[in-house]
């Protein structure tokens, strides 16, 4: 044992680096097609922009028409869909790693729910509207996480329990926004309702508050997420390789409820990001995936949404929340028809 | 050779209100191989699973060279124990190596990331359970032998003084079964590492075990080696049920022969007449 045939050696480290070459490619690739996207989207509308004109913009030489379609318009929107596909798509892989089944994703088991009920609430009671809905979306996603982690607890949590629990609540919770809409005057409703599909547009002062929140939260979820490694192999197995499992796990959870939070606060709960980012991440990677994958899935998929949102149909915008919605909801049925009891695949 | 040492006092373990382990003080012998053996729900896998620090003790404390090994930072006792639970979960779509490859978590930290000592133990422990060849499978794809070995590599991979397994053979075929065994011995008999595995199969573990532990609702009644433990009267109580002990043809350890009601010989030449648990 204390000696390995140098070729074994040899041969673990090659097969070690084939799985880290692949996702670093597939992470490559991500970045470059969330670039290509994200170029896109500042180039692509009623005034078209050149490729030319926008770096020249960009380099702060621009003319002050396309420095007004950049700079205020298209920039802050497609900046916000980055930040919030990174933070969907964290937040969700960690959710279902860390809770080993993949219904487990904030947006299925009633996290973003709880966001929306804080948010709709300020705007619905106090007239609230802007960045400072952030404070009633994170507020609502903590207390939803944590009644949902309570609710579910019976010595431990396990991930189905968690899962069924989350998805009543959710259920719930919804009912609420429901209640909130139809009590209140009919603009303030519609301004809610265009808030709960999830959109993106005229959100730009919410791009500072976000960016600042995620300096902070992705480190960390980056950091504690090379836990994650051991506790996939479940609790027992995870405490036998030195890591504390149930405070580990509270630990990440917290950071991606934040991060559902804050990113819900922004552009409101976009449907399913959170959702189809891991396992997307998993197929590509083949394997469990990192979640620097997951989250360039997240933000590939927003931002590609939310393009498709602005010009699929021709003359009408829809909310980028209404694609993810109409992609993501196939996937959960399929997911419901083909999961067993544990949620895992069969 | 191997100095770590593990021993309980006065251990006591249970679930709730429930006390499934009730005032255990044992030594494990350090560089040598304990089998813990008993009935259904004796306490053994809950016994295991205090001595490895996943379920904290009610009252008493298991010592890690003499230090409570509740008061040890986890990641510093998983450099020197490792368990291998019953059940445990592998990812969807995991490679062999990549699974390994986790039991080298205790021995990086937050800025030491992966070095060539790693692989130099991921490629030690495949080929020390024979699963080279697999390296790059997906784990769901293996057959339950190899599964079993590829966590016992993971186990080695840990490079623990102490390796405890919890029913390492259960449902294997007899031919793996032994194989598992053979490999926990090469291990105890090339590294010194200490064994304790919860075993089904009582005549296994004589073979295999230097030291028996025998429990009984939640206490150890015996311990010892197995020739010096292993009678007929002490099965018999252990599990209450009658039986011959005979000497094992092939390893020359105890080897125990169940009594039922049915299917035994009537004839009185067949039957020693040192006897004392025979059929009625």
């Known amino acids: 044992m204390t000696c390995a045939p140098p070729d074994a050696v040899r041969s673990v480290a090659r097969a070690r680096g084939r799985g880290a070459a692949r996702v670093r490619a597939v992470s490559a690739a991500l970045a470059l097609a969330v670039l290509a996207m994200f170029t896109l989207s500042l180039c692509v509308g009623d005034y078209p922009i050149g490729l030319g004109d926008l770096i020249a913009s960009l380099t702060a030489r621009g003319t002050p028409a396309v420095d007004y379609v950049v700079h205020r318009l298209r920039l802050p929107r497609a900046e916000l869909a980055v930040l919030v596909g990174v933070a969907f798509g964290l937040a969700g892989t960690i959710f279902q790693q860390v809770v080993r089944n993949p219904l487990a994703s904030p947006d299925v088991i009633g996290v973003a729910s709880g966001a929306s009920v804080g948010a709709i609430a300020l705007i619905a009671l106090a007239g609230v509207s802007g960045p400072p809905l952030a404070a009633g979306a994170l507020a609502g996603a903590l207390l939803t996480a944590a009644a949902i982690y309570l609710l579910a607890w019976r010595r431990g949590v396990t991930g189905h329990r968690l899962a069924l629990v989350g998805v009543g609540v959710a259920a719930g919770l919804n009912g609420v926004v429901s209640f909130f809409l139809t009590r209140t005057d009919v603009k303030v409703a519609a301004e809610g309702l265009l808030w709960l599909t999830g959109s993106l547009y005229g959100r730009a002062d919410h791009v500072a508050p976000l960016a600042a929140a995620m300096a902070v939260l992705v480190p960390a979820a980056f950091l504690l997420g090379r836990s994650l490694r051991a506790l996939q192999l479940g609790d027992d197995s995870a405490r036998g390789l030195g890591v504390d499992a149930e405070r580990r796990r509270r630990a990440l959870l917290l950071v991606a409820v934040a991060l559902t939070g804050a990113a819900t606060a922004a552009a409101g709960p976009v449907a399913f990001v959170a959702f189809v980012s891991g396992p997307i991440a998993a197929r590509l990677t083949r394997g469990a995936p990192g979640l620097l994958p997951a989250a360039l899935v997240g933000a590939l998929v927003t931002v590609t949404a939310d393009f498709a949102a602005q010009h699929l149909i021709p003359g009408a915008q829809v909310t980028v929340g209404v694609v993810t919605g109409a992609v993501g909801a196939p996937y959960l049925l399929w997911l419901l028809a083909v999961a067993d009891r544990g949620g895992r695949r069969r | ?280």
């Open chain 2, 1 to 280: 050779m191997n100095e770590t040492t593990l021993h309980t006092e006065g251990l006591r373990l249970g679930y709730g209100s429930r006390t499934v382990v009730d005032g255990v003080s044992v030594r494990i012998p350090p560089g040598r191989i304990t089998m813990v053996v008993g009935p259904n729900a004796c306490g053994k896998s809950t016994f295991l699973r205090g001595l490895a620090r996943l379920l904290g003790p009610v009252a008493g404390a298991v010592y890690l060279d003499g230090k409570d090994i509740c008061s040890l930072p986890s990641r510093q006792v998983a450099t020197r124990l490792g368990i291998l639970p019953q059940s445990p979960i592998a990812p969807e779509g995991i490679t062999v190596v990549d699974l390994v490859g986790r039991g080298r978590h205790p021995h990086q930290g937050w800025f030491r990331q992966w070095t060539p000592a790693d692989d130099e133990a991921v490629a030690a422990a495949l080929a020390a359970t024979g699963t080279l060849e697999l390296a790059e499978r997906p784990v769901d794809e293996l057959s339950g032998g190899q599964r079993q070995r590829v966590w016992i590599a993971m186990a080695l991979a840990q490079r623990t003084d102490i390796l405890l397994l919890d029913e390492p053979t259960t449902y294997l075929d007899v031919a793996h079964q032994v194989e598992v065994l053979d490999l926990l011995a090469d291990l105890n008999a090339s590294e010194g590492t200490t064994v304790v595995a919860v075993l089904h199969d009582l005549n296994l573990a004589c073979r295999y075990a230097d030291h028996l532990l025998a429990m009984k609702d939640g206490r150890v009644v015996a311990e010892g080696p197995p020739a010096d433990v292993v009678d007929e009267r002490t099965v018999t109580e252990l599990f209450a049920m009658p039986c011959r002990v005979i000497e094992d043809p092939v390893s020359g350890t105890p080897l125990v022969v169940p009594v039922g009601r049915h299917h035994v010989r009537k004839t009185a030449a067949d039957a020693p007449a040192s006897a004392s648990s025979g059929p009625r």
